[in-house]
């Protein structure tokens, strides 16, 4: 081979190989799914199924198909740890618990195929909840870390601390007065992972590119503090017989404490967490003195349902291949709209319907226990639709929640409302009002402005019970709302809501209040006395064994259960006493064929 | 022959090697998802992400000061950055790493006053302020070191691009109601306020209305609502009629108004036909300027802590990084 043809030949050689090394890295980089997200365009259409099976003999095509998109909760487990310094001490006499001198909770994930990346973020958890630790003498510092968010391959973690320092003799702030001699100290942040890498993500990703969500924040920065002001109390002028705005205390006004938090954002001082339904942003004001808060930081939330078409998290971090040993969760939740989708109605005969959705981003555990609590509701009602056969009951039941945690038992997070609306009979039409429900859902507000989903809740309330008091002509409309362990009723008189301390829900029998008898007990089947017999140790907190007596008593709303707590005859008071006699002789004799009149 | 059949498999091979090591160099690195334009930050591990650029680079800058011995400045809300700025610039740091806290224009007029602080950057005094000083003995000495303008913005849907000045302050105190009688539409004009204690509304009444009284605004338009005056004026449906005013500085640095979204919904007003930006304001074009100042003790001797620094914001460097965060210098 001569030297020329050599040449020839590699240089040939060289040139191939460059172009083939070109594709493959062309190809390997397209693979991933990185997709270019726009505003607008992307959204992806799905049609399911799994509301229509769920409903039954009602209109249909009332806004039924549900055109959101899905995404997946992360298949991780959360072990949670805590580490703590000192000699444990109760705070106060009556503790039942003990507090440390430094306590630090925070947790640790598992469940990723990537143990290098596990650890990653697990390191960058445990570093977050020690560096969140202040410095200085303390009585007590506690740092708590926690899930915030956890969906679609990112896990958002917040991250508080706080500190009681008690002021000694000397300090400037030492009140001699008082046995009050103690300084809060507390601050917080977030941080938040894409699990397929296990570093921490920026504002921007979960937004779509190219938009200015600096503009965003400003705005919605300005509603916060424009909230605030409206709310404080404004002090009254007695020269004048005015309200004057409250004192800024310094702070000057409103743009101008906008302008101080949108500088720090400018410089970075600020962090973020994604749940499911909003993005949290917390501006840290870090010029500000720690010890008075007020606006040492601002939260500012977006909400993603208004939002949408300018939120990119859900798809940004997605993976072909599942990032988790036990493969990708089968909790699927709706993109936005999931606490409004309407996805599980009752009916029972004609006197009563309930409509509850579903709230579609809780796990298994709770879903169990809701379905527990709500199918006893459902059996409650229906004794009362017997019981008042001229009315006609409605009930509107539907969960709200703070944020999604991923533990199982973290009801608290949870609310549930209820609308209870008892109408005289045939005046509420199903398919009209399923309609009014349907369509308040789907567009529960007119503005961009109103996007955080506190208004939402309302709005939707509010436009149901409006519709009722439109079609009640009888002007007897009774509605009761139940938010949150509290009852409120709506006062003519007064024209709004009050709350309503006495109100006695739905009992079967005043078992409590008064001797009864035999005439008290007509009209009621086995079922209903069963229930009232059992209802008289339920007011005491019983927790029952029976499983359709525990489900019916938990969808009760006065029903205050003690985990464990059996009540005893003996605990009874004497009229209960008696009664218990009176309703267990009657279902002996009713099993016995007797029958009483209706 | 042998000898060059040799050469050319050793060549082969190099070449293969060369262009297998490039492939797994650059896919080793594309770990996780790109999509075009939009990197994630990666690798940066700390508890706050910074989005923004820096805003000077940090070379090889003198730094004249220390963390210990840098003089005590006090200043108003409006010069937060700008005292970063110079702060940063001088202790040749990043201005990320600088925090600081202003005690608002009144306070610090008191702490210069008492000798609690060695400079401020403030706006003009007030009568207030000067009877203080005078109270106390003291001479205040006023050096303007960076220049500020007021402006008003209306929705870029309105036609009317410019305003005179009797104009604005007519909108302002009621005597000019629709925008039909400056050029305009046939539609009222909503006039929005500030709440009494903010920066701007203090603004309008020295810089523009001089002693005419301000219209009472109808209760919604007081900005004590939700929404920012900015966010109503640029509303597509309802912002047409709408005018807003506020500082230049404000309004570009929170809202980036020079660009992007709100630009193109808001358009700052022109005033007798000039129409604000850095060089009118600059060159004193602009009708409603107004500055930020350097206030120090005027008994303050030569060669002191206050006076040096005060030189060296005056200075190129000082000058420099003031623009540099967006402030129109002099």
């Given at each position: 081979?001569?030297k020329?043809?050599?040449?020839i ?8 190989a460059?172009m083939?090394t ?7 980089i ?13 959204v ?12 039954r ?5 009332l806004?039924?198909k549900?055109?959101?998109d899905k995404?997946?909760m992360n ?8 580490y ?13 618990t ?12 598992s ?9 990653k973020?697990?390191?960058r958890?445990?570093?977050l909840?020690f560096?969140?630790?202040?410095s ?5 510092k506690?740092?708590?870390v926690?899930v915030?968010?956890n969906f679609?391959?990112v896990l958002s973690?917040?991250?508080?601390y706080?500190m ?9 702030n030492f ?8 300084d809060?100290y507390?601050?917080?942040?977030y ?6 890498t ?17 503009q965003?924040?400003?705005?919605k920065?300005?509603n ?13 002028d ?17 743009e ?26 917390s501006?840290q004001?870090?010029?500000?003195d720690?010890?008075n808060?007020?606006?040492?930081s601002?939260?500012?939330y ?11 998290i859900f ?8 990032i988790y ?7 699927k ?7 409004y ?6 009916e ?7 409509y ?9 555990g709770?879903e169990?226990?809701?379905?527990e ?9 229906k004794?009362y639709a ?6 006609q ?15 199982p038992?973290?009801a ?16 509420f ?6 309609d ?7 567009h ?28 009640d002509?009888?002007g ?6 139940w ?7 709506y ?9 309503y301390?006495d109100?006695?829900?739905f009992?079967?029998l005043?078992?409590?209040?008064k001797v009864l ?16 017999y059992?209802?008289i140790?339920?007011?005491?907190g019983h ?11 938990l969808g ?12 005893s005859?003996?605990?009874l ?16 004799f ?9 | 022959?042998?000898k060059?059949?040799?050469i050319?498999?050793?060549?082969i ?6 262009c ?19 990197k994630?930050?990666?690798g940066?591990?700390v508890?706050?992400?910074n ?9 090889e800058r ?5 963390d ?8 108003s809300?409006a ?6 700025a110079f702060?940063a610039?001088f202790k040749?740091?990043?201005v990320?790493?600088?925090?600081i ?7 610090a007029?008191?702490r210069?006053i ?5 400079l401020?950057?403030v ?5 207030e302020?000067f009877k ?5 003995g003291?001479?205040?000495e ?11 913005y ?5 036609p ?11 909108i ?9 009688e400056?050029g305009?539409e ?27 009284k301000?219209m009472?605004?109808?209760?919604e ?7 920012s005056?900015?966010?109503?004026v ?19 640095t ?6 992007k ?8 007003l022109?005033?007798?036909g ?6 009118t304001?600059k ?16 008994a ?6 206050a ?8 200075g ?11 402030y129109?210098?002099m």
């Open positions: 081979m001569s020329k043809v050599l040449i030949v590699l240089s040939i050689f060289a040139v191939l460059i083939v070109g594709v493959l890295i062309g190809f390997s397209n693979s991933r799914k990185g997709s270019k997200l726009e505003s607008s365009g992307d992806i259409v799905e049609q399911t199924n799994d509301i229509v099976t769920n409903l003999e009602i209109d249909y095509t806004g039924i549900n055109l959101n995404f997946t298949n991780i487990e959360i072990e949670d740890l805590k703590t310094e000192g000699k444990g001490f109760k705070r106060y006499s009556w503790s039942t003990y507090d440390y001198p430094i306590e630090i909770s925070y947790f640790r994930i469940g990723l195929k990537n143990k290098q990346i596990q650890d973020v697990n390191e958890i445990k570093e909840a560096n969140m630790l202040p200085g003498e303390a009585e007590k506690t740092v708590s926690n915030h968010g679609a391959n973690v917040s991250a508080s706080s009681d320092v008690q002021r000694k003799p000397g300090d400037p009140n001699y007065d008082s046995d009050y001699n103690r809060y507390y601050g917080s942040c941080i938040t992972f894409d699990l397929t296990g570093n921490e993500i920026t504002l921007a990703d979960v937004f779509v590119d190219n938009y200015n969500f600096k965003l924040i400003a705005n920065l300005y916060s503090l424009a909230w605030d002001y409206e709310y404080q109390e404004w002090i009254y007695p020269e004048t017989d005015t309200y004057n705005p409250p004192e800024d205390q310094g702070r000057g006004g409103l101008d404490r906008q302008f101080i938090l949108m500088h720090q954002f400018d410089k970075g001082n600020y962090s973020f967490a994604v749940t499911q339904s909003s993005v949290d942003v501006i004001n870090a010029g500000t720690p010890f808060p007020y606006d040492s601002r939260n500012v977006i909400g993603m349902e208004a939002y949408k078409d300018k939120i990119a798809n940004r971090f997605q993976t072909e291949q599942s040993e036990k493969g990708d969760s089968d909790d939740r709706y993109y936005f709209i999931s606490e989708t309407l996805k599980d109605m009752h029972f005969d004609d006197n009563l319907f309930i509850y959705n579903e709230e579609a981003s809780y796990r298994e709770y169990m226990q809701y379905k609590w709500l199918n006893g509701r459902i059996s409650a009602e004794t017997k019981q008042n056969p001229s009315k009951l409605v009930e509107f039941i539907y969960q709200t929640y703070d944020y999604v945690g991923t533990y038992d973290n608290e997070g949870y609310m549930i409302n209820i609308v209870r609306a008892e109408l005289p009979k045939n005046v039409d199903k398919a009209s009002g399923m009014k429900l349907i369509n308040t859902i789907r529960p507000v007119d503005t961009e402005e109103e996007d955080y989903w506190y208004y939402s809740d309302d709005t939707i309330v509010e436009s149901f019970i409006k519709y009722l008091q439109d079609i002509t009888s007897s409309l009774d509605i009761v709302k938010k949150n362990g509290a009852y409120y009723k006062d003519r008189s007064y024209g709004s809501y009050r709350e301390l109100y006695d829900t009992f079967v005043p078992s409590d209040e008898t035999e005439e008290d007990l007509k009209g009621l089947d086995i079922e209903a006395l069963n229930t009232a059992n209802e140790f339920a007011r005491y927790d029952f064994t029976n499983k359709s007596l525990r489900s019916y008593f009760q709303l006065w029903y205050a259960m003690e985990s464990g707590k059996k009540v005859v003996e605990e008071s004497d009229v209960e006493k008696v009664n218990l006699d009176l309703i267990s002789k009657t279902i002996a009713l099993r016995s064929g007797g029958v009483t009149e209706t | 022959m042998n060059n059949v040799g050319l498999i050793a060549g091979i190099v070449i293969a090697l060369i297998g090591g490039v492939y797994y160099g650059v896919t080793r690195n594309n770990i996780g998802i790109l999509s075009d334009g939009q994630s930050k990666s940066e591990m508890v706050n992400s989005d923004t650029e820096e805003d000077f680079v940090i070379g003198e730094a004249f000061y220390t210990d011995d840098y003089p005590v400045v006090d200043g809300t010069t937060i950055p700008l005292a970063e702060e610039e040749a740091k990043s990320n790493d600088v925090n806290k202003h005690s608002t224009t009144h306070p007029y008191e210069l008492s000798g609690e602080v060695d401020i950057l706006t003009y005094p007030s009568e302020e203080m000083a005078e109270k106390a003291v001479e205040l006023i050096t303007p070191v960076v220049n500020e303008a007021f402006v008003f209306n929705n870029i849907l309105n009317v691009k410019s305003l005179t000045f009797e104009q604005i302050q007519k302002y105190t009621g005597e000019i109601t629709n925008w039909k400056v305009g046939d539609l009222p004009i909503k006039a929005y306020q500030r709440e009494p204690n903010s920066g701007s509304q203090t603004g309008i009444l020295k810089l523009v209305m001089k002693g005419l301000m009472d605004a109808p209760v338009d007081i900005i004590g609502e939700m929404f005056i900015i966010s109503l640029s509303d597509y449906d309802n912002g047409k009629n709408a005018i807003g005013y506020s500082y230049y500085y404000y309004a570009t929170m809202y980036d108004i020079m660009d979204e709100i630009a193109d919904r808001i358009h700052l022109g005033v007798n000039i129409e604000p930006n850095n060089q304001i060159d004193g074009s602009y009708p409603i300027r107004t500055n930020y100042y350097i206030v120090i003790n005027a303050e001797p030569e060669g002191s802590p006076r040096v620094l005060k030189d060296r914001m005056l190129e460097r000082g000058q420099k990084a003031a623009e540099a965060v967006g129109v210098g």
